[in-house]
């Protein structure tokens, strides 16, 4: 994903608007992957179909429905789960 301008150079509203963007993208893709498990269709953890996973650090799914991660050992922004 290529923003302009570059993502070190946001307002703080430009910023909020990524983060809530992104957990439009993330609750999405939550809602996809909750789908398929009831239709009876697993994968793999590790595979990252239908997952949020951290660009950060190794979390492999968002938690929480704020724009930070709950996660303890991720606390990274909505916008680096996203993609
Ligand atoms: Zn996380
Ligand atoms: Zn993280």
Not at 3 to 21: C, E, F, M, V, Y
Not at 28 to 43: I, M
Not at 67 to 78: E, F, N
């Amino acid at each position: 994903m290529a923003i302009s301008p570059t993502l070190d150079k946001l307002t703080d509203d430009q910023r909020g608007a990524l983060d809530d963007a992104s957990l439009l993208v993330i609750s999405a893709r939550q809602d996809a992957a909750a789908l398929l498990r009831r239709a009876g269709l697993e994968w793999d953890d590790d595979d990252d179909f239908f997952g949020s996973r951290c660009r950060q650090c190794r979390c492999s799914e968002f938690d929480g429905n704020g724009r930070v991660c709950r996660r303890s050992s991720c606390r990274h922004s909505a916008a680096q789960h996203a993609s």
